[in-house]
């Protein structure tokens, strides 16, 4: 069962929900706050809700983030996680919506359109995506090279 009061939820194994609890990670450090991170998911894998409004589609499989992700996002030597790139809209959709712009821009769910999946869905997908009112944006899932995404998220945070 889902909590409706929180966002992002923590579920340890017994699926007990609690609401996220707020952790300062420095921003003059992110690879510090990475491995911060990465130390407070520790064994157990973090589930995060879901959200439809992000990427105009429910989904019946959660996300998980697991501190090897977050270790590897940190490394920048390893093929970056799809879920990393979806928590990453989610958090950029809460801040465009922080800003008043919640009917403005959308996402392209790198789940949906990756290549395992079939044709016609992912083309019905992507023409429903774009055919909204919302100026939709994704972030190319590159194999091997996280360090982009790094280099994206410092240039968006100074600009």
Same mark, same amino acid.
């Given at each position: 069962m889902a909590c409706a009061r929180c966002h992002l939820l923590y579920r340890n194994r017994n699926m007990l929900c609690l609401p996220q609890e707020k952790i300062r990670l420095s921003e003059d450090d992110p690879l510090g706050a990475l491995q911060q991170l990465a130390d407070i998911i520790g064994d157990k894998p973090l589930e995060v809700e879901?959200?439809?409004? +992000? %990427?105009?589609?429910g989904s019946e499989v959660p996300i998980y983030q697991h501190s090897q992700d977050i270790k590897e996002l940190a490394s920048g030597t390893e093929e970056l996680n799809i879920t990393l790139v979806q928590l990453w809209m989610m958090y950029m959709f809460g801040v465009s919506n922080n800003l008043g712009y919640n009917? +403005?821009?959308? %996402?392209?769910?790198?789940? +949906?359109?990756?290549?395992?999946?079939? %044709?016609?869905?992912?083309?019905?997908?992507?023409?429903?995506? %774009?055919?909204?009112?919302?100026?939709?944006?994704?972030?190319p899932y590159i194999s091997g090279d996280s360090r982009l995404l790094l280099q994206f998220l410092r240039s968006h945070l100074h600009s």
């Open positions: 879901y959200d439809a409004n +992000v %990427f105009g589609r009917d +403005v821009y959308g %996402f392209i769910d790198p789940h +949906v359109i990756h290549e395992t999946n079939d %044709f016609d869905e992912i083309a019905t997908y992507l023409t429903r995506r %774009f055919a909204s009112e919302k100026n939709i944006l994704f972030i």
